[in-house]
């Protein structure tokens, strides 16, 4: 625990002008980000007396090691660096909304030649209209399905598409009516994308003059005596009006506005947010958050505010936007709304009327879906927080282990060995900052000294990175005007990719990059018959950020954890426990879990610790053990899946993806293609004679791989493209002996 009082910047030292602050720890993460219209006036509030301070102002304040600040020039501007800041750092004390699902939209893809009406998530794409989001994307399907009867406009994917259009038969609901079927040419693709806007305006809101235009035609059709196109109109309004019931009129003149609304108390906050265009309420959507800083209503809005509109532009941002409590000043936050939107935005708290009645009606949505939360929320952190303390006790351990990484080898006999470490944090897998390795010290089968080096690679890593810390840039240039007081000795910082730390097993600019190789380690001599790297990752990351850097974004290995969990008995616990003792950490305390009988295992125990059946403890651990497994074998398959998919073609200098298809083309296999003469390879189109050359000298320097075998026949498998054939349940993978259960038992 820090003193606030050792990083706290000199009197004069803050300027009195609009900037935005970042308070970082002793790893240098950034922890807070916050804004401020007087960055003096602001940062002096966090450096009083700590008995002042709210409990969880003064936890952040001791965990932070020091405190910088970039001025800008106006409010907004520090409203919008804030923002970015937030989303670059992920700092672990401001207010982060956690959307607890990817909400559903009704999109029209208007890029396309033959605009399409389908469900979407996600991030929103160029050139396509959305609305929404809706709470279940059945609700947009049965919307969808009135619809199509008025709005014939197409709904198949592209190869359903792809395939009318060769076969020239359209699909069911091009025989029932419900698609105009443009894959058969039966609507032009001009009118085709009038019925997709027309079907966007209905949508819109525009449902009057479209309704009183068939209701006319209804009209028309019956004085003509054309009884059943005026039963069809009919019908079709019928349709559209059961459509618009399904979102009712909300306001009587047809706004567009948003409103939110906040339901809290000490710990969390829900925000319900109603969508309503043209009077109605068109989608909903609802975020909880921790109050992990001490926050009033008018600044939850801002973040939420910032959230829901940080990443959109133009008419995505309503004329007006009805909240429960302004933000503090407000002034700022509705000149970004503005500037969002590109023309005026009301930002206000309604009075009276039906704006206040539908706020009432959010409310309750808010609190509802907070109470929700926590009835959820109580059983999960209950047994969560029950197990940590059972492995606490179970393994003699000082607090209960809030993180915990798990490490597991997989190989087929001996081959493509790798490694996994997964990472659980209170009892929740992160999988952003999963990582994997592949075993380069040695060639061969031998799972613990695979763990010794894996365990070696990673915790050196650590020692590197807590090096670095203690040798801190007094700032930064970053264009803008930015000071830094830490209280520590200037340093210098090695360069990005570099490490510090003597010893350690990374190349420069090698050590995490995804698709890269790392040097082999110093700490195990590498086998001078080992096969060489391929282009698979040494420490690859897997989906999502790392941990912070220093710069305070993402980084790998600088936090350790309080509990090494390996995948194996008492051998594999020693191996770990011996890597942790050469590198001099006494710390971090290492089990690991049997498969056999699930028994966990401690470092110099002659006997394992049993624990009950139905421990939370054990099914935890289980949890752990299991993940781990589960990723590593995934990137041991993924590896031997490349390695079987290889071809000659792909040595060959200056040969692109684009060439090597139209060679494959035209040859029908790399087999064929090594028996072809240069001239006849210059017959290619876009193979030059040079490329040729290179092309027929790579295919005669590389042997051909060797046929497969059909183990039910005992047939030779001829493979036209020179791969080895592959099986059903493991693509990529070649078949060997022995039946699928076997080859499954062979992998570890």
């Known amino acids: 625990m820090a003193d606030p009082s050792s990083y706290r910047p000199r009197p004069g030292e803050i300027p009195d002008s609009p900037g935005v602050y970042r308070f970082r720890d002793e790893h240098r993460r950034v922890i807070y980000v916050g804004k401020a219209k007087s960055l003096r006036q602001r940062l002096a509030n966090y450096f009083q007396d700590l008995a002042n301070l709210h409990p969880r102002t003064r936890t952040m304040v001791t965990t932070a090691a020091s405190v910088e600040w970039t001025v800008v020039s106006t409010e907004v501007e520090a409203l919008q660096l804030e923002y970015s800041w937030i989303k670059e750092y992920d700092p672990r004390f401001n207010v982060k909304y956690r959307d607890d699902k990817s909400y559903p939209y009704l999109a029209v893809t208007m890029n396309e030649e033959f605009p399409r009406v389908q469900v979407m998530r996600g991030h929103k794409k160029k050139g396509v209209r959305y609305f929404g989001p809706y709470g279940h994307a059945w609700a947009i399907r049965d919307t969808v399905d009135l619809l199509l009867r008025v709005f014939p406009v197409r709904t198949c994917s592209a190869g359903v598409f792809k395939n009318a259009a060769r076969t020239g038969r359209p699909c069911l609901l091009g025989y029932i009516g419900k698609c105009s079927a443009p ?273 070696t690679r990673r915790f050196r890593r650590y020692l590197a990175e807590k090096e670095r810390t203690g040798e801190w840039a007094d700032g930064e240039d970053d264009g803008a005007t930015t000071a830094t007081t830490d209280g520590e000795t200037p340093g210098h910082d090695a360069a990005p990719g570099h490490d510090t730390a003597p010893g350690h097993d990374t190349a420069p600019g090698h050590d995490t990059a995804p698709g890269r190789d790392a040097a082999p380690g110093n700490g195990t001599a590498p086998d001078p018959h080992a096969t060489p790297r391929d282009a698979a990752d040494d420490l690859a990351l897997t989906d999502g950020p790392a941990l912070k850097d220093d710069d305070g974004r993402p980084k790998r290995f600088a936090y350790p954890p309080q509990l090494v969990v390996v995948d194996g008995g008492q051998p594999q616990v020693a191996a770990a426990q011996r890597a942790l003792d050469e590198l001099g950490i006494d710390d971090i305390a290492v089990c690991g879990l049997a498969k056999r009988l699930e028994e966990v295992w401690l470092p110099r125990e002659d006997d394992p610790v049993v624990l009950p059946r139905t421990s939370e403890g054990l099914y935890l651990l289980q949890r752990v053990r299991d993940e781990a497994h589960r990723f590593a074998i995934t990137y041991q398959r993924t590896k031997r899946a490349k390695r079987f998919r290889s071809s000659p073609l792909d040595e060959v200098p200056g040969l692109g993806e684009t060439r090597k298809q139209a060679l494959i083309k035209h040859f029908g296999s790399v087999k064929k293609l090594r028996s072809a003469t240069i001239d006849q390879i210059c017959e290619v189109p876009g193979i030059g004679r040079k490329t040729a050359e290179t092309v027929a000298v790579a295919l005669a320097r590389a042997t051909p791989a060797a046929p497969a075998v059909n183990t039910a026949t005992g047939e030779i498998m001829d493979d036209e493209d020179g791969a080895p054939e592959t099986t059903a349940d493991a693509p990529g993978e070649p078949v060997s002996a022995g039946t699928p259960d076997e080859r499954r038992g062979q992998e570890r």
Request: charge should be negative; charged fraction near 35%.
């Open 183 to 455: 894959c058969v040419e039966r609507i032009s693709a001009e009118d085709h994308q009038e019925l997709a806007e027309e079907f966007c305006d209905f949508m819109a809101g525009r449902t009057g003059t479209y309704l009183r235009r068939l209701e006319r035609k209804m009209g028309e059709a019956a004085d003509d005596m054309e009884y059943e196109r005026a039963a069809r109109l009919r019908d079709d309004i019928g349709a559209l009006r059961k459509a618009m019931e399904k979102s009712a009129v909300v306001l009587a003149d047809a706004t567009d506005a948003d409103l939110i609304a906040v339901a809290e108390d000490e710990l969390e906050a829900a925000v319900q947010i109603f969508h309503v265009r043209g009077g109605r309420v068109r989608g909903q959507r609802g975020w909880v958050t921790d109050k992990v800083e001490e926050i009033t209503t008018g600044a939850l809005v801002e973040h939420a505010l910032q959230q829901l509109y940080g990443e959109e532009s133009g008419d995505a941002v309503p004329k007006e936007v009805l909240v429960p409590a302004l933000p503090e000043p407000v002034e700022p936050v509705q000149q970004w709304l503005t500037d969002r939107r590109g023309s005026g935005v009301s930002l206000r708290i309604p009075q009276r009327g039906d704006k206040k009645a539908l706020m009432e009606t959010v409310q309750r949505n808010a609190q509802q879906a907070l109470v929700l939360h926590k009835t959820k929320r109580a059983s999960d952190l209950t047994t969560r927080s029950r197990a940590l303390e059972e492995i606490a006790d179970a393994l003699d351990l000082d607090s209960a282990p809030l993180r915990i990484e798990c490490y597991d080898i997989s190989h087929l006999q001996g081959d493509d060995v790798v490694a996994s470490m997964v990472v659980f944090e209170d009892g929740l897998a992160r999988k952003s900052e999963y990582r994997r390795f592949q075993i380069k010290g040695f060639r061969g089968q031998d799972d613990v000294r695979s763990m010794h080096e894996v365990i």
